[in-house]
């Protein structure tokens, strides 16, 4: 990835050690990372400049992880939603995906197997809106 | 839930392929990224698959939580093949998603955890209970009622807070979510996570805030249970774990109890109490034994304080020896606790097993101190000293009350008894506590000592009590503080100054246990007789002469300690068959299985190749698959611009195999209908020629003079179209390729062969994939053809699967270089498939041509092979 343009990714966590210390690993490898500590603040940075991929925690107290990925899909549908979740649960990784997540990821994961995640959830976005410029360039009137 | 099916369709359906060739183009990459999501999650499903399928075959100790977790990542891996095929082919496959949420939902139902058992009481009174509750109340609390209510033995007052309080506490801050979340992200095999893990989740529960509605529930219950003995009490707390002590899990020592506890700690002490239920003794040995921690649940029992003069355990049988029926009794001065947990060998007598019982031994030990209720609250020792240090703790009499009630208790639950007695300062006797005895596991009881080996050394150290029979050899480590245990090594020797049962997590690791104190009535004897563990306890001070490291032989049977390692008393290790064998998170994981892993769809040119009729998530794994690279090669040959058509191969003559670049696959951009050789960047794709070209065949038959080329040209030959029959083979011939990636499909001969492989910079991604099968020849000579092809795959580090004539060979998770070289190696075989028709005719040239093969293969790897030109 060029270093001018770096991958931006909003880390979405309640558990505030484990948010700062992933977000400081992901900033090493060369993302541009922005932190929320919940699913309301999450909404709201978004709302911000840009962002290219979301990790999102699944449980947290104040907005639950699945209702933030449907609003994510809703408002900013390239936005691409990483779920990362401490829980094992089938029903709802299977919902998370139905809505729209790129992938469901189940803590601990190694880091550079997130990367890779991200990376290739990147890439899917640059090549959708690549599609969309195409598509809007080839439209009558364009 | 309902209707996300609908949504799904709509979400893939939302971008139709653009007829314009710029946006055609952007769609193809798009359609490239949904393949490769596809490949890597078919990868993850296999080798989830994998590891479930060798955790099911023992090898591996696992709980609830690595089960539930392995679950979730596969259901999410071919969730997202399905969904991605679906990407690829909008509404083509239309059973594809129904089916496999209907095998989800098998599996979901398998691993849902398990119903809350009925009874919502937070409390229930000693007078309420008898077995038929222990869903409720844990056994050893239901046990007491048992004997209170229906044998009428004489058990303190006293009452059980419930399962239903534990599940209420862990529900009230989420708690139980919280926990889970926890279990899942450590490795509990590793003894230091084990360790912060478990004080983490004790931490928790004893933080958590109790619920308003138990800690009322607790009031009344102590004010009615004041009210039965006669004023204000101190009470003892004990631990009743729901599904403890049933016969199949002992669960020895694994939880607290808690003693002369004043009323105003009532409540804290109970959720500390509640909290051992994540000791880490408790923790490893549900592990160790398989047990399903979302059926066990914490009920905690709460009993007027026995202040006893003396009191002990009673065994209605030899422990060590389940053959002898005579009735064994451990005492000693003051609250048994010195004798359930291993802290003294105590006075011990053996009594018949006849009506009056008999005292056949009585021995009396010099006891040094006495466990006793202090005033303020808790317990304390004291020092033994003059008279009653040597007098015996219980006079015949009282040996003989103690054991009556033993073979009643053994009559009445109809199996031997492990019976935990006081005396209180009144001289009644009070039974506390009473389960089934597990005696030693026969592994490692053969008396080893009985054979008198001529060669024997002379022993370091002698006589101690046999805590659990057998032997084993291993180096000394000794464990007095947590860090130590971290340090353990597999196979030591476990050496104590004192058995306490915290080092149960050590058991099962150990090669054999000494202690210079404990007997074998103590909770970490039982459990090292439940592990079939050998254990020598006793040992006295000498034991300390045992140094550190230095290699040495138990014979807890023979009671000797050896130097080194001798002959006949070493095979004692740490495998320990059959542990896990039938444990419910094994079964469990057996279920499973069975909706995960068989194969149905086998052949994707049957009619029944259809999602309607997969059996398993291994088989929508294999179907879309299948169908995803069908797909991928369809659009590249329907959608003819010319950048992205397929481009046949010209290698001296045009080819009978088809080039499809999914992404820079091609060195630059290629016009026209042909592709060469040079313009090749799919490095997979190069290095499967090298394997192919690299050593000619020397026959039989030899080769014609026609050259390179035409064999090439002969082996892809439709053996169909020689017939004048035209058939779907015709186009089956191809490479899809990228960069780092190839997708061969084509006919060998007679053989249909694919190769699959990711060489990129992603190890962890990175897979060759090799099918093969079919083949003119008869049964035996495709068998044999098989397993030639297979043994040289797997000498070459190739995991493989065979059935019948069909072969599939893997390997994984390797750097780019090793994945190149492996599929060199195939290359080579798809070459000389054909020829392995005529060498597997003749029996005899069988090892000559495997000698040569290997020789030919080593000096590919080397690279020595000049490709033929």
């Known amino acids: 990835m060029p270093d001018e343009n770096p991958i931006s990714v909003l880390l979405v966590d309640d558990e505030e050690a484990f948010r700062e210390a992933l977000a400081r690993r992901l900033a090493r490898k060369g993302l541009s990372v922005v932190t929320a500590p919940g699913g309301v603040p999450a909404l709201e940075r978004l709302s911000g400049p840009p962002v290219d991929v979301v990790v999102l925690d699944v449980k947290m107290p104040d907005l639950d992880g699945l209702s933030v990925l449907a609003q994510i899909k809703q408002a900013w549908p390239l936005t691409e939603v990483i779920m990362l979740s401490g829980h094992a649960d089938l029903p709802t990784s299977i919902t998370g995906l139905e809505n729209g997540a790129f992938d469901y990821m189940l803590k601990p994961t190694p880091l550079d197997e997130l990367l890779d995640k991200i990376r290739d959830a990147w890439e899917k976005k640059a090549v959708a809106e690549k599609k969309i410029a195409a598509l809007r360039a080839s439209a009558p009137g364009a | ?869």
């Open chain 2, 1 to 869: 839930m309902a209707g996300w099916w609908q949504k799904l369709r709509r979400l893939v359906r939302e971008d139709e392929p653009p007829a314009d060739e710029a946006g055609l183009s952007e769609e193809f990459k798009a359609r490239y990224l949904s393949f490769r999501k596809l490949l890597a999650a078919n990868n993850k499903a296999l080798e989830l698959m994998a590891e479930m399928e060798a955790a099911a075959g023992g090898g591996r100790v696992f709980g609830m939580s690595f089960l539930r977790a392995r679950a979730t990542a596969l259901g999410v891996s071919v969730f997202t093949m399905a969904s991605q095929l679906e990407r690829l082919a909008p509404g083509k496959y239309p059973g594809l998603l129904p089916r496999l949420k209907q095998i989800q939902n098998r599996l979901e139902d398998i691993l849902a955890p398990a119903e809350a058992p009925d009874g919502d009481d937070l409390v229930l009174p000693l007078a309420g209970l008898d077995q038929r509750r222990a869903d409720e109340a844990g056994a050893k609390m239901a046990n007491l009622g048992e004997m209170r209510n229906r044998l009428g033995l004489r058990v303190p007052p006293g009452f059980v807070i419930t399962a239903a309080a534990w599940r209420l506490l862990l529900e009230s801050s989420r708690l139980g979510e919280e926990i889970w979340r926890l279990q899942q992200a450590a490795d509990m095999e590793n003894a230091a996570e084990l360790f912060t893990l478990s004080s983490r989740l004790r931490q928790l529960i004893v933080q958590a805030p109790l619920p308003p509605a138990l800690e009322e529930a607790l009031e009344r219950a102590y004010a009615s249970l004041a009210q039965e003995a006669g004023g204000p009490v101190r009470v003892s707390l004990r631990s009743s774990a729901i599904g403890e002590d049933s016969a199949e899990a002992s669960f020895a020592g694994q939880y607290a109890t808690q003693l002369n506890v004043a009323p105003e700690f009532l409540a804290s002490t109970y959720q500390e109490v509640a909290a051992s239920f994540f000791n880490p003794q408790a923790m490893h040995y549900r592990l160790m034994r398989g047990l399903r921690d979302d059926q066990l649940a914490m009920a905690v029992g709460c009993l007027a304080m026995v202040g006893g003069v003396s009191g002990g355990v009673a065994y209605s049988v030899n422990p060590l020896d389940p053959a002898d029926r005579s009735v064994h009794l451990t005492a000693a001065w003051g609250l048994p606790r010195m004798v359930v947990d291993g802290e003294a060998a105590g006075d011990r007598f053996v009594l018949s097993r006849e009506e009056p019982p008999g005292v056949l031994v009585r021995v009396v030990e010099d006891k040094q101190s006495e466990l006793v209720c202090r005033a303020e609250e808790g317990v304390c020792r004291l020092e033994l000293t003059g008279e009653r240090a040597g007098q015996p703790c219980l006079s015949d009499e009282q040996a003989v009350e103690v054991a009556r009630a033993a073979l009643e208790l053994e009559a009445h639950y109809g199996a031997p008894q492990d019976v935990e007695w006081a005396y209180d300062q009144q001289g009644r006797l009070v039974l506390l506590q009473c389960r089934p005895l597990r005696p030693a596991e026969s592994g490692h009881a053969a008396p080893a000592s009985a054979t008198p080996g001529g060669s024997r050394p002379e022993p370091l150290l002698g006589g101690g009590v046999t805590a659990s029979p057998g032997s084993g050899a291993g180096p000394v480590h000794w464990v007095a503080k947590d860090a130590d245990a971290l340090t353990f090594p597999p196979g030591a020797v476990l050496a104590l100054s004192r058995p306490s049962p915290r080092w149960a997590v050590l058991a099962g690791k150990a090669s054999a246990l000494v202690s210079a104190r404990g007997g074998a009535a103590g909770h970490l004897a039982t459990v090292c007789r439940e592990y079939g563990v050998p254990a020598l306890f006793s040992l006295g001070p000498d034991l300390e002469r045992l140094e550190q490291g230095a290699e040495v032989t138990v014979d807890a049977s023979g009671r000797a300690v050896y130097p080194g390692r001798v002959e006949g008393l070493d095979s004692g290790g740490t495998d320990r068959p059959g542990l896990l064998a039938h444990s419910p998170v094994r079964r469990l994981l057996g279920s499973a299985l069975e909706v995960i892993v068989p194969l149905t769809l086998l052949d994707p040119d049957s009619t029944e190749f259809e999602p309607q009729r997969a059996q398993s998530l291994h088989d929508i794994t294999r179907f879309c698959h299948e169908k995803s690279v069908k797909e991928m090669f369809a659009f590249g040959k329907e959608h003819r611009f010319p950048r992205r058509a397929a481009k046949q191969l010209y290698y001296k003559v045009p080819m009978q195999w088809w080039v499809l670049d999914l992404e820079d696959g091609l060195a630059h951009e290629v016009s026209g209908k042909y592709v060469k050789l040079e313009d090749i960047a799919c490095t997979p794709m190069l290095a499967v020629w090298e394997g192919m070209t690299a050593i000619p065949w020397e026959g039989p038959p030899a080769m014609s003079g026609r050259g390179l080329a035409s064999v090439l040209f002969e082996a892809t030959a439709n053996p169909n179209l020689t017939t004048g029959v035209k058939t779907r083979y015709a186009n089956r011939n191809y490479f899809m390729i990228a960069r780092h990636f190839m997708n061969l499909q084509s006919r060998f001969g007679f053989h249909f062969c694919a190769v699959e492989a990711l060489a990129g910079p992603r190890r962890r991604e990175n897979y060759l994939s090799f099918s093969f099968k079919g083949g003119a020849a008869d049964s035996a000579r495709r068998l044999a053809r098989v397993r030639f092809v297979g043994e040289i795959l797997q000498a070459r580090g190739f995991a493989l699967e065979m059935s019948e004539d069909n072969l599939r060979a893997r390997v994984e998770r390797a750097a780019q270089e090793s994945i190149l070289d492996a599929v060199k190696v195939v290359g080579y075989l798809l070459m000389h498939t054909r020829q392995l028709d005529m060498v597997m005719a003749d029996p005899r040239s069988v090892a000559y041509y495997r000698e040569k093969i290997e020789k030919d293969l080593d000096r590919l790897a080397a690279g020595e092979a000049a490709p033929a030109a």
